[in-house]
């Protein structure tokens, strides 16, 4: 199933979650399924930015954005982890004032009923998702998977709480599990702020990575004789890599060119949209700089 396709069923699944559990949450007058219903909605939207995201992430390079559009990706990752930021505050403030004026839950089977529904749509949707995301490395659809995968633990703890108070008439454990349920899913979005935000920064690849990425180049030591001025960044499903290339005076163009293809050849085995840009320098012209 396409990209596309995915971020689409992702959209249907989440708007028919939200009206079920809005409506219910109403019925039962379960401060915890409303505010899972808002989380939810949150999903929806998320949904929504994921689906654009990719599209316009997709395009090609033109003469405004000749670095392509990658960036849209983390802009949308950033954005959604935002809103869910603003649920959880929601959360809280409507789960306080729950406290201070608490009522009988109605019809609670109905509300389990949903959640357990939401829970289970939710957890086959966020794996589809999540292995599209993690072999295409899209932020996106990664924190798109995401918010599938908390509403999964968030739905499942509000069933078990709707449970309890059916049981034990305590009224006060519905806004407990509310609160914590906002705790939850703000922690799991300020995670992902952390994935999502520093490369709209240009932050370099992480330290494991950039070790992979010169061991490639040092595979080939014996045709060039130092590398240096190493950079890395990313943006969306995109990585962005230069360095500098010393090479021998004696070696032709026709030579340097191939061992170029070479090295970026096997580094886009590695990182599959990896944009490689190598500048290469004879060796009369070499200064003594450190190859990290």
Same mark, same amino acid.
Request: glycine share 4%; aromatic share 6%; hydrophobic share 50%.
């Given at each position: 199933m396409s990209h596309n396709n995915l971020t689409i069923l992702s959209v249907i699944? &989440?708007?028919?979650?939200?009206?079920?559990?809005?409506?219910?949450?109403? #019925?039962?007058?379960? =401060?915890?399924?409303?505010?899972? $219903?808002?989380h939810s909605?949150?999903?929806?939207?998320?949904?929504?930015?994921t689906f654009f995201s990719i599209r316009i992430a997709g395009r090609p390079a033109d003469d405004d954005h000749p670095y392509g559009h990658g960036k849209a990706e983390n802009i949308a990752g950033t954005i959604e982890t935002l809103l869910i930021f603003v649920a959880g505050i929601w959360i809280i403030i409507?789960?306080? &004032?729950?406290?201070?004026?608490?009522?009988?839950?109605?019809?609670?089977? #109905?509300?389990?009923? =949903?959640?357990?529904?939401?829970? $289970?749509v939710n957890m086959?949707?966020?794996?589809?998702?999540?292995?599209?995301?993690?072999?295409?490395?899209?932020?996106?659809?990664?924190?798109?998977?995401l918010h599938l995968y908390t509403d999964v633990f968030t739905s499942l703890g509000i069933a078990g709480s709707l449970l309890l108070v059916y049981l034990t008439g305590w009224t006060w454990l519905d806004p407990t599990i509310a609160i914590i349920t906002a705790i939850y899913i703000m922690?799991?979005?300020?995670?992902l702020l952390k994935e999502s935000f520093p490369p709209l920064m240009d932050q370099?690849?992480?330290?494991?990575?950039?070790?992979?990425i010169k061991r490639i180049i040092l595979a080939h030591k014996e045709d060039f004789i130092e590398f240096h001025d190493f950079r890395s960044r990313r943006a969306g499903a995109e990585e962005y890599i230069d360095f500098?290339?010393?090479?021998?005076?004696?070696?032709?163009?026709?030579?340097?060119?191939?061992l170029c293809d070479k090295i970026e050849r096997e580094i886009g085995e590695f990182y599959s949209k990896a944009q490689v840009l190598i500048h290469l320098e004879p060796e009369e012209e070499r200064q003594m700089f450190n190859i990290y």
């Open positions: 699944s &989440n708007f028919i979650i939200v009206v079920l559990k809005l409506i219910v949450g109403f #019925l039962t007058g379960s =401060v915890a399924v409303i505010s899972e $219903a808002v909605s949150m999903d929806l939207f998320a949904s929504v930015i409507e789960s306080i &004032n729950k406290f201070t004026n608490p009522h009988e839950i109605r019809l609670p089977a #109905l509300g389990i009923a =949903v959640m357990l529904f939401g829970a $289970a086959i949707i966020s794996r589809v998702i999540k292995r599209a995301a993690d072999k295409a490395n899209s932020v996106a659809m990664k924190s798109n998977a922690y799991e979005a300020w995670k370099r690849l992480n330290k494991k990575e950039e070790e992979e500098h290339l010393v090479v021998s005076s004696e070696m032709t163009v026709t030579e340097a060119h191939a």
